[in-house]
């Protein structure tokens, strides 16, 4: 698999990340698939979209991916202070989910490079298995975080 090099971290931060944060984290995360999750509703200014087939949509799939990275991790950080944020996403999606299935996302912490984090991912909707691929998070510091959004949000040109 073509990856490419390692993106620098988003922010500045000490590490102070607890001893726990280390590889072979595995979690299980459920969560049952409503209409709200389905292609028509990722973008409903889009009348393309609206014409798709009310089935889980990618967009939404590779939330549901990070989110259960994220439960997986939090015990190991100092949360809410520390937090992580998805740098990078290599994920298959081989199989359509319609709505009402329960989709269950299993994550395994494969890669601790200091700040930087890389999960092997997968989900099933209890019939097929519908993605597998690895995630990329970052740790960081969330009050640095928000000061740096301030600082582009002060740049922006309207």
């Not at 269950?104 to 984090?117: S, Y």
């Amino acid at each position: 698999m073509h990856r490419p090099p390692a993106c620098s971290a988003p922010i500045e931060m000490e590490e102070s990340m607890k001893d726990t944060l280390k590889p072979g984290i595995e979690s299980e995360f459920k969560f049952h698939i409503p209409g709200s999750k389905t292609v028509p509703a990722l973008y409903p200014e889009s009348a393309e979209f609206q014409e798709m087939p009310e089935v889980f949509a990618t967009g939404f799939m590779v939330g549901l991916l990070e989110w259960a990275c994220i439960k997986a991790i939090n015990p190991h950080l100092e949360w809410p202070q520390e937090q992580t944020v998805g740098t990078h996403i290599d994920v298959s999606h081989v199989a359509a989910t319609p709505a009402g299935f329960e989709v269950t996302a299993k994550v395994r912490l494969v890669t601790v490079e200091g700040r930087r984090l890389v999960f092997d991912v997968e989900a099933h909707d209890g019939v097929e298995l519908i993605s597998k691929g690895q995630h990329e998070r970052f740790v960081i510091n969330k009050d640095k975080f928000e000061s740096k959004m301030k600082e582009k949000l002060a740049k922006r040109k309207t």
